[in-house]
């Protein structure tokens, strides 16, 4: 409330943008790295997160630097240490997910991938499951690889590969525009994705078409040869 609106403290939020021109709050309010509230602790003041994270294979680190001081409060002479460094860890893609409590359903817009290998990252939690099909951009279900036909999926991954019954062919499913159905019960759902299993491993690598239509993405591609 000062008059320079200086005086507080500083703690990071998401923001998200589909072509990185127009900016959103994912979630104001809710900070990903909250300032601790025990006030002994190094960054109980402010955190100042580092502008980029570190991906691991299993594991994306935010470091940090933290302190006890607020912003703008630059006497400190209370109990050390006035500030330190730490830094906070989720698994890939796992910054924000949808949860179903008890029965929930999810339908994706129209992609089209070059590798027909899909996989769903998803926390199931005890008695929960989870089941996907594969639709046209109709909505209507590709025969074999219905929700019915889907194998039930469950437990902790970030890589859960999709599976039917009778284990139909999907290199059919290769460039052409599709739709992913989920339902699911007790599952908490970050991410869909289709692509090699290399390619997952890379997860910070994956890139993603710029337009649902693949005929616009490859026109694009050949624009920026």
């Not at 072509?19 to 809710?30: D, E, K």
């Not at 006497?75 to 910054?95: H, I, N, T, V």
């Not at 994705?193 to 910070?204: L, M, P, Q, S, V």
């Amino acid at each position: 409330m000062g008059f320079t609106k200086m005086s507080g403290y500083l703690e990071p939020e998401f923001v998200h943008a589909r072509g990185s021109t127009c900016w959103h709050r994912t979630a104001q309010g809710s900070p990903w790295i909250p300032v601790a509230k025990d006030k002994k602790r190094f960054d109980s003041g402010q955190v100042l997160p580092a502008s980029q994270p570190v991906f691991l294979e299993d594991e994306i680190r935010n470091y940090y630097a933290g302190t006890r001081p607020r912003h703008a409060e630059t006497e400190w002479r209370r109990q050390a240490p006035r500030g330190g460094l730490g830094y906070a860890s989720c698994k890939p893609d796992r910054f924000v997910g949808v949860t179903a409590k008890t029965n929930g359903k999810m339908l994706t817009r129209p992609f089209w991938t070059e590798t027909a290998r899909f996989c769903v990252n998803a926390r199931i939690g005890k008695g929960g499951w989870l089941r996907a099909g594969i639709l046209d951009t109709d909505g209507k279900p590709i025969r074999g690889l219905a929700v019915k036909n889907a194998v039930p999926i469950s437990g902790n991954s970030t890589g859960h590969v999709l599976a039917w019954g009778g284990k139909p062919d999907l290199s059919a499913l290769a460039h052409r525009e599709i739709r992913v159905e989920i339902q699911c019960r007790n599952a908490t759902i970050y991410s869909i994705y289709a692509g090699a299993e290399e390619e997952a491993k890379r997860y910070w690598e994956f890139r993603i078409p710029s337009w649902v239509n693949m005929e616009r993405e490859k026109e694009m591609a050949w624009l920026r040869r």
